[in-house]
């Protein structure tokens, strides 16, 4: 064996030694160094994703509300209603849990003109960074007179309140919609063509139920427009559709009639020959009732008058027709 | 007080008697329904109601309390017609079904309603629409 021959091999040997280390020292390198850039990859992808799919976390205090932000939301919203269908948003008080929820949510809806007593402890306990909305204190309000100190922030006898119940006017829900449709807009402006169209589809809903109504209204004379009610929430709708509103009671629920209040009513009855009074669905009638006993008009049936319910009031279309239903059949 | 404690029982007896009838009658509602409230309907009268239109339509219906009072199947651009109403202070509603040639792709046309009422003011109110319109106007 050759000098030659034998450094060859000893090359050979320790070219083969080194590149026996090489592989085993490079590829776990490559390894890691791979699946560096793939978890930077994926956690930059997931972190993309994650904010383009982010919904608007939306707090709601009306279910009239709830109802308008899911709607013009549509899957890009995720809403939590704090009143419940069926509850009585004048008795309502926001309970420690709301108040968490309300303090991550980026747009807060409220139903304003006074409706929520609370307010100022909502914006003073949440500290939130969300949009407060007051919707209600968008548009024009109707004003009356209160007929004593209790209720929500409904003000002292006499003085001149703002309707709260503005969701009985057609006209007002159109505003309320817009109103939405910018703040969610606002909150997520790469979502605000989805908000455009899908608030578009839900005032074109609204149009067909303002022209249903008028047809449906004029089955009805105009002479024989007068709703007597047990809680003044309906001046909205009557404004709108050419009725004359007796209230037994005042604009909160809280509000009890008073003995010459309910003999009035019962004069008025009896003068304008009404036919039917109405009752509540989240009020007890037995006023009414006695009213009933004393005039000979009929119970004509239950409105909603604060906001939606059960069964076919679980929307707002259910809920209009509903009403409008019942009088028209009450009073015709 | 003298007297037989008898006697003074039966006195107080006699007057508790006296109040029964005077309390039931304030304590209980009165038991024959009552009539329920005749509904005053305004009386019928003349009203005049004349309709003018951009475009002749194919019919025209016009609906009063959810009857129909007026119907042209072969209508002229402007038409007039006498009709026998209640007309209450707070106005009516009348119901105007209108077809127009031409369907969807109809041009945009209106209608034009003026109502003399019993007194003989004029009112006037319009209507717009494509191919058709099923709208409630209120007069006054």
Redesign the interface.
């Known amino acids: 064996m050759s000098s030659r021959g034998i450094g060859n091999r000893r090359r050979e040997a320790a070219g083969a030694a080194c590149n026996d280390l090489a592989p085993k020292h490079d590829i776990p390198m490559l390894r890691r160094m791979k699946a560096f850039g793939l978890s930077w990859f994926t956690i930059l992808t997931l972190t993309l994703s994650a904010f383009a799919d982010e919904k608007v976390r939306v707090s709601s205090f009306s279910t009239i509300l709830t109802e308008i932000a899911e709607q013009v939301g549509g899957d890009r919203v995720t809403v939590t209603g704090h009143v419940k269908p069926g509850v009585d948003p004048h008795d309502f008080e926001p309970k420690p849990g709301d108040l968490k929820t309300v303090g991550s949510a980026q747009v807060i809806l409220l139903s304003a003109k006074h409706m929520e007593g609370y307010v100022g402890k909502l914006k003073e306990s949440t500290g939130t960074k969300g949009a407060l909305i007051e919707v209600g204190d968008r548009f024009a309000s109707l004003k009356m007179k209160a007929d004593d100190g209790h209720g929500h922030d409904h003000g002292g006898k006499g003085e001149l309140v703002e309707d709260p119940h503005w969701w009985h006017s057609l006209a007002s829900m159109n505003k309320a919609v817009k109103v939405v449709r910018d703040a969610l807009s606002k909150a997520a402006p790469a979502s605000a063509p989805a908000f455009t169209d899908n608030a578009a589809r839900y005032l074109a809903k609204l149009d067909a139920l303002q022209?249903w109504t008028?047809?449906e209204?004029?089955?009805?004379?105009?002479?024989?427009?007068k709703l007597v009610t047990s809680h003044d929430a309906f001046q909205y709708f009557a404004k709108e559709n050419?009725f004359t509103v007796y209230a037994i009671e005042g604009l909160s629920t809280a509000d009890q009639p008073s003995s010459k209040k309910v003999a009035e009513i019962i004069a008025t009855?009896?003068a304008q020959?009404?036919?039917a009074i109405f009752a509540e669905k989240i009020e007890n009638p037995k006023v009414l009732t006695e009213i009933t006993?004393?005039?000979?008009?009929?119970l004509g049936g239950q409105l909603h008058a604060d906001g939606l319910g059960e069964g076919e009031a679980a929307t707002y279309e259910g809920m209009y027709r509903h009403n409008v239903s019942t009088i028209v059949n009450a009073l015709? | 007080m003298r007297g037989s404690p008898l006697l003074r029982a039966l006195l107080a007896f006699l007057a508790i008697l006296s109040l029964a009838w005077p309390l039931r009658r304030l304590t209980t509602a009165s038991e024959a329904p009552l009539e329920r409230p005749e509904t005053v309907v305004a009386e019928a009268e003349e009203i005049g109601l004349q309709l003018t239109f951009t475009l002749v339509p194919k019919s025209v219906k016009v609906r009063h309390l959810d009857r129909e009072i007026w119907s042209e199947t072969a209508p002229a651009a402007a038409m007039e017609r006498s009709l026998k109403l209640p007309y209450p202070d707070e106005g009516i509603d009348l119901q105007f079904q209108i077809e127009w040639p031409g369907g969807a792709s109809a041009p945009l046309a209106a209608m034009r309603a003026t109502l003399t009422d019993p007194a003989g003011d004029a009112h006037e109110k319009s209507v717009w629409g494509q191919g058709g319109v099923d709208a409630v106007l209120t007069f006054p």
Do not use: F, H, Q, W
């Open positions: 022209k008028r047809t209204l004029a089955k009805l004379p105009r002479d024989r427009r050419g009855i009896k020959s009404v036919k006993r004393e005039t000979g008009a009929k015709k």
